[in-house]
């Protein structure tokens, strides 16, 4: 059995957290969902416990949060649960911000009623508990028709390993259960090129809060 001191770095879409060893890049790993304490979320330091089966296979059988100030775990442990893991996100709602990028399921209803959704990187524009508002981007330069999508003005900047397009010139509304991992936050040549490529489609609320992220960062 090994204990490690871990670090909560990512939302699966299906709900699983996933967590690094501190201070390391390896091991990483999954952290099941009925595992997981109460109100954890993305940068919280846990203690992971992993069991070792006969062929050195390891899997997570406990976990703990580390209290702030302290090397020592809080006495609650949450011991391995025997059944089937729900499936439902675990995102915190209250988590989720204007400016962030997330992977997110997004539909397609006009195109394909019958469609399940499919998880890209999004910029959460504007919501609450119920719906939010998105801006899809896809790797696809062209449109069905042909003509040319608008780049990501800098990719690496928000997070995203390769060059990125925004999906149109509308938002989509996407539940929050369907909102995952958190990718990066929107820089200034991000939200610019939104404000100019769908200001049509924007809410007064949404351009005033696009307004205030480029006025704080010109000052």
Request: charged content about 25%.
């Given at each position: 059995?090994?204990?490690?001191?871990?670090?909560?770095?990512?939302?699966?879409?299906?709900?699983?957290?996933?967590?690094?060893?501190?201070?390391?890049?390896?091991?990483?790993?999954?952290?099941?969902?009925?595992?997981?304490?109460?109100?954890?979320?993305?940068?919280?330091?846990?203690?992971?416990?992993?069991?070792?089966?006969?062929v050195g296979r390891k899997s997570v059988v406990a976990c703990s949060v580390v209290g702030s100030d302290s090397d020592t775990a809080k006495s609650e442990v949450?011991?391995?649960?025997?059944?089937?893991?729900?499936?439902?996100?675990?995102?915190?709602?209250?988590?989720?911000?204007?400016?962030?990028?997330?992977?997110?399921?997004?539909?397609?209803?006009?195109?394909?009623?019958?469609?399940?959704?499919?998880?890209?990187?999004?910029?959460?524009?504007?919501?609450?508990?119920?719906?939010?508002?998105?801006?899809?981007?896809?790797?696809?330069?062209?449109?069905?028709?042909?003509?040319?999508?608008?780049?990501?003005?800098?990719?690496?900047?928000?997070?995203?390993?390769?060059?990125?397009?925004?999906?149109?010139?509308?938002?989509?509304?996407?539940?929050?259960?369907?909102?995952?991992?958190?990718?990066?936050?929107?820089?200034?040549?991000?939200?610019?090129?939104?404000?100019?490529?769908?200001?049509?489609?924007?809410?007064?609320?949404?351009?005033?809060?696009?307004?205030?992220?480029?006025?704080?960062?010109?000052?």
């Amino acid at each position: 059995m090994t204990i490690l001191r871990c670090k909560i770095i990512g939302l699966n879409p299906n709900g699983c957290f996933t967590w690094r060893r501190a201070d390391a890049e390896a091991p990483r790993g999954v952290l099941p969902q009925e595992l997981a304490p109460a109100g954890i979320a993305i940068g919280s330091e846990v203690r992971i416990t992993l069991e070792h089966d006969a062929v050195g296979r390891k899997s997570v059988v406990a976990c703990s949060v580390v209290g702030s100030d302290s090397d020592t775990a809080k006495s609650e442990v949450i011991q391995r649960v025997v059944g089937e893991p729900t499936r439902i996100p675990l995102v915190a709602r209250s988590h989720l911000a204007f400016g962030e990028i997330r992977w997110t399921k997004i539909k397609n209803p006009l195109e394909n009623a019958a469609a399940l959704g499919k998880f890209r990187p999004a910029l959460l524009v504007s919501g609450d508990d119920h719906r939010w508002r998105v801006m899809g981007f896809t790797t696809k330069d062209h449109f069905e028709d042909g003509s040319p999508r608008v780049p990501i003005p800098d990719h690496a900047a928000i997070g995203l390993p390769s060059l990125g397009y925004f999906w149109g010139a509308r938002l989509t509304r996407v539940d929050p259960a369907d909102i995952g991992d958190f990718i990066g936050d929107a820089d200034a040549s991000l939200l610019g090129a939104l404000l100019g490529l769908a200001r049509a489609d924007l809410t007064m609320d949404e351009i005033a809060a696009i307004r205030t992220v480029l006025k704080a960062t010109a000052a």
